[in-house]
């Protein structure tokens, strides 16, 4: 068997190139924190930092930005030759490496690419800290939010959801119950509008025997209905289509 | 209201149907259209004749079904 010549060619034997010790009996090679099992070309262990007292992170070498250390048995996520293992622990890019302390924090011993999430969110952070204090040495801190109303480009909302056009086209032909979908209440109203005509005839809404806001309105010859509703998070509008018994909600 | 009320309204669309409301409110409407498949269900119609003041002959209105006691047909 290929792992039984392994296990016992003398040129195997040898430390390998990190500096490991390997046991003669098993052929597999110590790494502090793992065994690495040299027949299998793969660690004994799974790569747990729980393994390490009082950390908060199960697998804190994992991350999804690279899909290789995801394999927890893997050694140096499977690119030895320009990556090598310290501890037992994945977290080594050629001569720089970073690795956990007791406590569980990251310690970063050098420049290496692939450090843990937390530490790149730590890295964020304090860049997000710095440049606010810098503003507000600059501008002292920051004493009120202003809230900015920017000018409304139907033709831009439409292009975000069914024009008033196909809406309007889809309301022709509508049979039954159907839907479509559209950028904001502003676009709907607009269709409704359209829909109903010019000259169009408001239908107060009765609720509690009083005439309140308004719940529709229909066109003149009073085929035509668009259906609001007083609530402003309602979101949709029904355009009725008398002749063809069609409703169309218009939803955004 | 019952289901029997809302099917009434949907199968006089078109038609004149005297609606009592829980306000007091005894009114002949000609049916326009029935909206029962939101959340808010309403009716629009127009109005006939009504026991109440304040509201005008002939115009449209809406009326949502919790304030609709019972609906009757004024045609056999």
Sequence with gaps: ?252 | MTEADIQCLKENVDKAVAIETTYGECLIAKIIFVFDQEDQPDVFYDLVSTNKPGFKQGASYALRFEDIVSVKPTEA
């Excluded at chain 1, 139907?154 to 975000?160: D, F, H, N, P, R």
């Excluded at chain 1, 309007?168 to 904001?184: D, F, H, M, P, Y």
């Excluded at chain 1, 209440?185 to 509008?193: D, S, T």
């Excluded at chain 1, 003149?220 to 169309?248: C, D, E, H, P, Q």
């Design chain 1, 1 to 252: 068997m290929f792992s039984t010549a392994c296990s016992t060619n003398p040129c195997f034997l040898r430390p390998r190139s990190p500096g490991k010790e390997r046991d003669q009996e098993s052929g597999n090679d110590y790494f502090g924190a793992r065994y690495y099992g040299s027949n299998g070309g793969r660690f004994l262990t799974p790569d747990f930092g729980g393994m390490i007292e009082g950390s908060p992170d199960p697998v804190p070498w994992a991350t999804f930005r690279n899909p290789q250390t995801l394999n927890l048995y893997s050694y140096v996520t499977n690119n030895p030759l320009t990556r090598r293992d310290e501890d037992g622990h994945v977290q080594v890019c050629g001569n720089q490496y970073a690795t956990m302390n007791g406590d569980g924090a990251t310690v970063v011993h050098a420049n290496c690419t692939e450090q843990p999430d937390s530490f790149f969110q730590t890295m964020v952070t304090a860049a997000s800290n710095w440049h606010q204090n810098q503003l507000n040495q600059m501008n002292g801190p920051p004493q009120m939010q202003m809230d900015i109303v920017y000018p409304v480009d139907l033709g831009a909302l439409e292009s975000l959801g069914e024009s008033i056009e196909n809406i309007l086209a889809k309301a022709e032909s509508t049979v039954g119950n159907q839907s479509v979908r559209v950028a904001n209440r502003q676009v709907a109203e607009q269709a409704a509008k359209e829909w109903v005509g010019e000259d169009a005839e408001a239908i107060p809404d009765t609720h509690g025997g009083k005439s309140g806001g308004q719940a529709g309105m229909k066109s003149a010859g009073g085929t035509k209905i668009a259906r609001t509703t007083s609530a402003a998070t309602k979101g949709y509008i029904n355009l009725v289509n008398k002749a063809t018994g069609g409703n169309l909600h218009v939803r955004w």
